[in-house]
């Protein structure tokens, strides 16, 4: 349960035809005015996620070749709500060109519109989990770095800089949002362990939010930060410096012994 790490595979959106040069890979659908959120939404899906989620998001279970010579492969997305949808659009972890690789983030490939109605049509399939909204600021900053410590930061580092683990990267969390965070950990995507309500409440993740964003910039008195990756290598490279400078002293006080 210490392990909060990586944040990855579960909504495989993947691409199918070619699109405008500034985000390739996405095909956009022209809607007519007057229709639904909801029915645009499942005509962008239909475009550019069904090879993976299957028509009805469904998911497929058994490569196949899609749209665009593509292979789909992806889990269900019935029942996963707004929740997972919206996490691994605005992440840019999807759309995802191999099932089988660790999605990083990366430049979000739809509009705002696009990014909305994708989310209210995935909503849509079967009830499941809404976007949380953590209040940072009602969070407790001590209590945020306690849970973060305990939870995430043997993967994360307490400095929320990330690090490698068996079979994956633990991304580090500056480019995280609140929201993201929070998704996180509701979603405990990929080799990161999902976190209840009951093991976490809305009011602890609002601490643990206010902790990561404190990381972020935090507040360095009395000495060098060395880029926050945290005090076990902080004070390595102390040790470092302090080696080489007994070792510089005593060359030179040997020099002057034998002059």
């Given at each position: 349960?210490?392990?909060?790490?990586?944040?990855?595979?579960?909504?495989?959106?993947t691409?199918?035809?070619?699109?405008?040069?500034?985000r390739?890979?996405?095909t956009?659908?022209?809607?007519?005015?007057?229709?639904?959120?909801?029915?645009?939404?499942?005509?962008?899906?239909?475009?550019n996620?069904?090879?993976?989620?299957?028509?009805a998001?469904?998911?497929?279970?058994?490569?196949?070749?899609?749209?665009?010579?593509?292979?789909?492969?992806g889990?269900?997305?019935?029942?996963?709500?707004?929740?997972?949808?919206?996490?691994?659009?605005?992440?840019?972890?999807?759309?995802?060109?191999?099932?089988?690789?660790?999605?990083?983030?990366s430049?979000?490939?739809f509009?705002?519109?696009?990014?909305?109605?994708l989310?209210?049509?995935?909503?849509?399939?079967?009830p499941?989990?809404a976007?949380?909204?953590?209040?940072?600021?009602?969070?407790?900053?001590?209590?945020?770095?306690?849970?973060?410590?305990?939870?995430?930061?043997g993967?994360?580092?307490?400095?929320?800089?990330g690090g490698?683990?068996?079979?994956?990267?633990?991304?580090?969390?500056?480019d995280?949002?609140?929201?993201?965070?929070?998704?996180?950990?509701?979603?405990?995507?990929?080799?990161?362990?999902?976190?209840?309500?009951?093991?976490?409440?809305?009011?602890q993740?609002?601490?643990?939010?206010?902790?990561?964003?404190?990381?972020?910039?935090?507040?360095?008195?009395g000495?060098?930060?060395?880029?926050?990756?945290?005090?076990?290598?902080?004070?390595?490279?102390?040790?470092?410096?302090?080696i080489?400078?007994?070792?510089?002293a005593?060359?030179?006080?040997g020099?002057?012994?034998h002059s």
């Amino acid at each position: 349960m210490r392990r909060a790490a990586v944040i990855l595979v579960a909504l495989v959106l993947t691409p199918s035809a070619a699109a405008d040069p500034p985000r390739a890979g996405v095909t956009h659908v022209h809607v007519p005015p007057g229709t639904s959120t909801v029915e645009y939404g499942r005509q962008l899906f239909a475009a550019n996620c069904a090879t993976c989620h299957g028509p009805a998001g469904e998911g497929v279970l058994t490569p196949m070749r899609g749209a665009g010579d593509v292979t789909g492969l992806g889990p269900s997305l019935q029942g996963v709500g707004a929740l997972a949808a919206d996490f691994y659009l605005r992440t840019g972890y999807m759309p995802l060109a191999d099932p089988h690789r660790q999605p990083r983030r990366s430049a979000v490939l739809f509009s705002e519109p696009e990014l909305h109605a994708l989310v209210a049509y995935v909503a849509s399939l079967a009830p499941g989990p809404a976007i949380p909204a953590p209040d940072p600021k009602s969070g407790n900053l001590a209590a945020g770095q306690q849970l973060f410590t305990e939870n995430c930061a043997g993967c994360h580092q307490v400095a929320a800089e990330g690090g490698y683990v068996t079979g994956a990267v633990a991304p580090p969390l500056e480019d995280a949002t609140s929201v993201q965070i929070a998704e996180a950990v509701r979603i405990g995507p990929y080799l990161m362990p999902r976190f209840s309500k009951k093991q976490i409440s809305d009011g602890q993740l609002s601490s643990i939010v206010r902790y990561v964003q404190y990381a972020k910039h935090p507040d360095d008195r009395g000495g060098w930060a060395i880029g926050h990756v945290g005090p076990v290598p902080e004070g390595l490279v102390t040790w470092f410096i302090g080696i080489a400078a007994v070792v510089a002293a005593a060359m030179v006080i040997g020099k002057r012994l034998h002059s």
